[in-house]
Structure formats: structure tokens, C-alpha cells
């Protein structure tokens, strides 16, 4: 079968959910026994996400091979189970770099180099390389922004071209919003027709429209946004509230989104649908017999989306354990020493979150003394492993000004150090240790026993390290390291054997957490938490 092409748009208003209908679509299609790749396209200049505030743009998510991506394919991930790359996530940065380098090396002949044909032909190449080089049998790609928005322009133009030249194979899916005015007492289809309408305007005719709604949509409303919008009635998709992201893909098989998809494709519906293991997952959420109480400790709380994967992982991990996981969100800048007892008292589980810079810091070093001096369960990520190292160096080994260079350059104890490799690069985007590397586990370890094996391979994002000049020091006052780079000899997890949970990770495990496949970390931690609670 030919590659079959979805391209999902938005309208109305932003923040709609087209990552979530995206991935729950490609969720439906997996579970009938098809490959699907998912595929974000983003309007924005910057080359990646990389260099982005994250209360701007939310968490940088990173994928195995390294690349800095936009948070919507943690969500891919998530859903699906399927590892993504460099190729599922394009920036307007990104798509004119690659059209000035090759102007650059002459590759256009001396030709003017324009928006069309040539910004478009390199997007098209973009979206037909996925479906080409990785041999899909579905590329749903989504289109970041929202209709009308003049940097998506180039990006729903190639959606008419390739529509053109693909013709059955392909189908714009447009998410929108239908408001329900309480005065009137009635969901408003008018701002829907104007948003269509603007897609048309550039060309393009969506072939199914998925409507959000609070209020339930009635036959006589579907029927007329099909009737103004040039779309059968039963192509008008109902997407109401749920309680959770992960009741999305039933709620789309419900309203039979994957059935008129198939049948716009030309794609006989032969294989049976297999959801058993997303409704199991989806009764262990909802049905919960334990509770915990966690804190993340991060200085980026006021946007929840800055820990996304974080927070995904703690729901994973919680269904897993029947157990529903209360998460905390603590401004690490407002944690002191007056009243770090005040700010953390009450909770099963500490993590501390990663992060760069100055900002906070601090409050997280006193946050990790706080848990292990209390014996609560406590997980440092990254930046979190590192304040751990920090704290360990200034309270148990007695080096009052033990630091990362990262923050204290002229530290006399630089527990953390730059890494090698990264002390004469100057530019911040795509710099740093990114991607899957391998670690070997101490046997008889804690994470050793978390992971029952002794190889694993985890992704990083990082630019500094544990400075093992001081590791032997470390293990004869009691923090042990627990994984090793078999290849560098770099410190990937540290542990306190005599604390019942205290472990630091240089990795980011949050990043391989799955809806069907939880962290092991996570749920070991979630685990000390109801214990420790118990």
C-alpha cells in the first residue's frame, strides 16, 4: 500500500489539542495493525526548541537520535509506543537554513530563490522523507498554528500541493472550536465557517473537521457545519471534555474518526481494532486504590507544560500502581531555610527538577537536603541529580562552597564540572550531550534492582557533569555511583544505599515513559512514596 498522508490544522483558536487528536488517531491506526510516523511541522523561526524559554513554548522534549523537539511528540510517544527522530519535527527555522545552504553551495543553478516554489518543495520533501525513508503506511502530520496565522502560510500551501499530486492518498483533518454562548443557550458554528473558510481561501478543502466542545453536538449542528463546509455530515467529529488525554483515542473511536479516515483513503477496513491494552491502562487511571502526595521542585512551576513529560510519567507510573499520584508544583525560589519545612511538609516523595542557571537553585539544594535528611523518597533529574551531588558535597563531606561550575565558576570544589567536549563551544543551540547513551549498572544497586538488567540506554540533555576527581570521596561518606558510561566513564545515577529512595540521575528517564510502558524509575519512586506514606 502507498504511504497514506493526514494533515491535521487548526482554526478558531489556539491550544485546541491537534497533538492530542494527532497522536489518538495514530493510537486507532496502530491498534488495527498499521505503521503510522507522527510529524509536527512549527511556523516559529528558531531552528528548534532548544533555545526556547519554557514558559514560552513548554518543555523541549528530545528524542532518541538527539534532536530538540517540540513537546507535542512526547505526546507521539506517548500514545503510540513509536521512537521519533530529527525527521518528526520541522521548524520555518529549520526549512530556510537548509534553503540558504544549499543557495549557498549553488545547488539552484543561479535561479531566484523564492517562497514558491522553493520553501515549499523543501517542506514537501520534509513531509514525503518520513513517509519514504521509514516505510509507513500512515504520515499524520500536523500543522503548528493556527489557520490565518501568516507564518503557516508556506505550510498549508505545500498541504495544497501535495494534496494535488497525492490526490487519494492524502486528507486534511481541521480541528476547530464550536463555543457555546449561555445567554443564548446554543453552540455557535460561525466562527467554524469563517475558519474553513480561510482554509480555503489558501486551497485547501479539509475532508473532516473535529469539532471541540463543551456541549454535546447535535445531529441538526453537524449537519449544518457539513452543509457550509462542503463535508458530509457523519465527517463532522465530536471532541468533547474527557478527564484525561488518554480517554482521546476511545473517545475518537467512539465517534468512528479512525472509520471515515480509512474509508477518505480508500483503505479497506479488514483488521479488527485491538484497544484491551489502552482500556486496561484507562481502568487502572481511573480506578485508583492508593494515594500519594509529590513535590516537583522546579523554578518553571507557573507553566505546568515546562514538566510535561514529568508529569505524564507520574500518571504512567501511577496506573501502573493502582495508586493516583497528587503532584505539587513548588517554586524552588521561594524555598529557604526559614521555611523549607513549611514548604515541604506533608509529602511522600520529593523530585527535584531539571533545569539551567542560577535562578532557584538554591532552593532546590535545600529541597534535597530536606528529603534526604527526612529519609523521604527523593528523585533527582539532571540538574535535581545535580543539586544532589552539591548537598552531599557541603553537608556530609564539608565543603562549604562545593558547587557546578555551571553556577559557581570560581568554586574551590567544583563537584560538577564542565563536561570536556563542551568547554570551546560557544553556541547554546544543539550543543549539548543530547540523545541515547548507554549505562552500566552497579549489580546489587538499587537502580540495578529497579531495571533487572544491567545495560540500559537512556537520553540526555546536558552540558555539565559529576566531577569524578571527587568519586571516591563520595562513596566512602555513603553516595555511591550507581551507573556508569561504559564508554566515557561518566556518572550517570548516584545513590545513598542507606536511605530508603534517594536516587539522581544524569539522564532524563521521564522522556521514555509510555502510557503502556511506564518509566521503571517512576514507578519505583511512586512505590517509595505509598511506602514511605504507609
Not at 498499521?34 to 522534549?61: F, M, R
Not at 473511536?253 to 480508500?266: A, P, T
Not at 491494552?277 to 486504590?289: D, G, M, R
Request: with cysteine; glycine share 8%; charged share 25%.
Amino acid at each position: 500500500m502507498a504511504t497514506k498522508y493526514i494533515f491535521v490544522t487548526g482554526g478558531v483558536a489556539s491550544s485546541l489539542g491537534k497533538g492530542i487528536i494527532a497522536a489518538s488517531l495514530a493510537r486507532l491506526l496502530k491498534a488495527r495493525g498499521y505503521s503510522v510516523a507522527n510529524q509536527k511541522l512549527d511556523p516559529y523561526i528558531n531552528i528548534d526548541p532548544g533555545t526556547l524559554n519554557p514558559y514560552e513554548h513548554g518543555e523541549c522534549y528530545v528524542t532518541e537520535d538527539g534532536a530538540e523537539t517540540d513537546l507535542d511528540l512526547g505526546h507521539y510517544e506517548r500514545f503510540t509506543g513509536v521512537a521519533t527522530s530529527h525527521a518528526n519535527n520541522v521548524t520555518t527555522g529549520r526549512i530556510y537554513q537548509n534553503v540558504i545552504e544549499k543557495e549557498r553551495r549553488g545547488d539552484f543553478l543561479g535561479k531566484t530563490v523564492q517562497v514558491i516554489p522553493h520553501i515549499t518543495n523543501e517542506i514537501k520533501e520534509r513531509i514525503t522523507a518520513l513517509g519514504n525513508t521509514g516505510n509507513y503506511e500512515f504520515v499524520i502530520t500536523e500543522i503548528g498554528g493556527t489557520v490565518g496565522d501568516i507564518e503557516s502560510y508556506p505550510f498549508i500551501e505545500a498541504v495544497r500541493q501535495l494534496k494535488w499530486t497525492l490526490g487519494r492518498n492524502s486528507i486534511v483533518i481541521h480541528l476547530t472550536y464550536i463555543p457555546y454562548i449561555a445567554a443564548a443557550g446554543e453552540l455557535k458554528t460561525k466562527p467554524t465557517q469563517h475558519s474553513v473558510k480561510a482554509l480555503q481561501q489558501q486551497g485547501v478543502q479539509p475532508d473532516i473537521i473535529v469539532c471541540r466542545t463543551e456541549k454535546p453536538l447535535t445531529r441538526s449542528v453537524r449537519d449544518k457545519i457539513g452543509l457550509f463546509c462542503n463535508i458530509e455530515g457523519d465527517c463532522v467529529i465530536e471532541d468533547g471534555d474527557v478527564s484525561s488525554i488518554y480517554e482521546v483515542p476511545i473517545k475518537m473511536h467512539d465517534e468512528r474518526l479512525d472509520i471515515q479516515v480509512l474509508k477518505k483513503l480508500d483503505v479497506p477496513i479488514k483488521k479488527d481494532i485491538d484497544l484491551a491494552n489502552w482500556e486496561a491502562f484507562l481502568f487502572k487511571l481511573k480506578n485508583p486504590e492508593k494515594e500519594v502526595s509529590v513535590g516537583l521542585v522546579g523554578k518553571y512551576v507557573q507553566l505546568q507544560d515546562a514538566y510535561k513529560s514529568i508529569t505524564e510519567a507520574f500518571i504512567h507510573a501511577g496506573a501502573e500502581l493502582r495508586c493516583k499520584v497528587n503532584v505539587s508544583y513548588i517554586n524552588s525560589e521561594n524555598i529557604t531555610k526559614e521555611n523549607v519545612d513549611e514548604q515541604l511538609k506533608g509529602l511522600t516523595g520529593i523530585l527535584v527538577a531539571p533545569g539551567f542557571g542560577t535562578r532557584g537553585i538554591e532552593g532546590k539544594i535545600l529541597a534535597v537536603n530536606y528529603a534526604r535528611v527526612n529519609r523521604v523518597p527523593f528523585l533527582g533529574i539532571c540538574l535535581g541529580m545535580q543539586c544532589a551531588v552539591v548537598e552531599f558535597a557541603r553537608n556530609v563531606l564539608g565543603y562549604d562552597d562545593a558547587h557546578s561550575v555551571e553556577i559557581a565558576p570560581a568554586t574551590s570544589h567544583p563537584v560538577i564540572d564542565m563536561m570536556e567536549e563542551q568547554k570551546n563551544i560557544s553556541n547554546m543551540g544543539g550543543t549539548m550531550r543530547l540523545g541515547a547513551y548507554p549505562c552500566k549498572l552497579v549489580e546489587g544497586s538499587k537502580s540495578f534492582e529497579i531495571y533487572g538488567k544491567e545495560f540500559i540506554s537512556e537520553r540526555h540533555r546536558h552540558r555539565y557533569e559529576f566531577n569524578n576527581k571527587y568519586i571516591n570521596e563520595y562513596k566512602e561518606a555513603g553516595m555511591v555511583p550507581a551507573g556508569i558510561n561504559p564508554d566515557s566513564g561518566l556518572v550517570e545515577i548516584v545513590e545513598i544505599p542507606s536511605h530508603p529512595f534517594f536516587v539522581g540521575s544524569q539522564f532524563h528517564p521521564e522522556y521514555k515513559s509510555t502510557a503502556l510502558h511506564p518509566h521503571p524509575l517512576f514507578v519505583a519512586f511512586v512505590k517509595a512514596a505509598m511506602e514511605y506514606k504507609r
